[in-house]
């Protein structure tokens, strides 16, 4: 005897998560995180590289980086007074380095996406919260309101730690990072990174970073030519992905360079 169909409305919370959680939505939001800290970092132009440097108004402002790179990412309108609208249902998102997310007054009782980060562990997760008032602490001074422990227990999570895009220079041997950054900006640090750091993809935000100037890209295809003399060899997947899987590696991010020794040539570089 077949079972009795499941008559239950589906909630608006039901629906948005079912919207979040299908295609590659959850992966593009990771994307999405990693350029708002990045473009917050601001790299190129401070040579900062963490968000242990930001300012506490950056960190403030990352929030509303965040909402933006997510609306562009996921091709979602800004609907006001809350942020986007999901299967015509008004969301808001918010965003927490630290899982103390913070509701407005005009989110009280609406569905809202929860999303943190962790640049250091490089893992980001996402859920999505029906924001009743029993669920909210008390107002503090700006209105705003933390979600209680009770309220906790009822956000769904669709996406819970999972790998965050990692952060290059962050993740990079402090010895080898250090001594990049004591290079003069330019030349110099990119011709040393790409001699140093050997057959791993090298995001172009790191290249920027070191170089701080107008066309670092410049800088790369200068240090590749003076590397090519030491026998390693400056590739990029949009142009060399042929000799990139010729030489034995996988694919590598279309943003990304990747330096290898070349075969060809036996003597190991002098560092």
């Not at 409305?9 to 939505?25: H, Q, Y």
């Not at 380095?97 to 407005?104: C, E, K, Q, S, V």
């Not at 694919?251 to 070349?262: E, K, L, T």
């Amino acid at each position: 005897m077949p079972k009795p169909r499941d008559e239950r409305p589906i909630s608006e919370l039901e629906t948005v998560s079912s919207w979040l959680g299908s295609g590659d939505r959850i992966p593009r939001l990771g994307g999405a995180i990693r350029r708002a800290i990045d473009w917050v970092i601001d790299g190129a132009r401070t040579r900062r590289y963490c968000l242990a440097e930001l300012e506490t108004s950056e960190k403030i402002y990352l929030g509303n980086r965040v909402e933006h790179e997510v609306l562009f990412e996921l091709s979602l309108s800004k609907t006001p007074p809350l942020d986007t609208a999901i299967c015509s249902i008004p969301v808001d998102i918010k965003f927490s380095l630290r899982t103390n997310w913070m509701i407005p007054p005009e989110a009280t009782n609406h569905i809202c996406v929860l999303l943190s980060a962790d640049d250091d562990t490089s893992a980001y997760s996402c859920g999505v919260f029906h924001a009743l008032s029993s669920y909210l602490a008390k107002p503090n001074r700006d209105r705003k309101r933390g979600i209680l422990a009770r309220g906790r227990s009822h956000v769904s999570w669709i996406a819970d730690r999972l790998p965050l895009p990692r952060n290059f220079l962050l993740h990079l041997d402090s010895s080898v990072r250090d001594r990049l950054f004591a290079l003069p900006p330019g030349q110099p640090a990119i011709t040393q990174l790409f001699r140093t750091v050997i057959g791993k993809p090298i995001p172009k935000i790191a290249v920027d970073t070191l170089a701080r100037q107008i066309d670092p890209h410049k800088r790369v295809r200068d240090a590749r030519k003076a590397l090519s003399k030491e026998g390693i060899e400056v590739l990029s997947e949009r142009y060399d992905k042929d000799r990139i899987a010729q030489l034995g590696n996988a694919p590598i991010p279309s943003d990304c360079w990747i330096s290898i020794r070349s075969p060809r040539i036996g003597k190991k570089p002098r560092e």
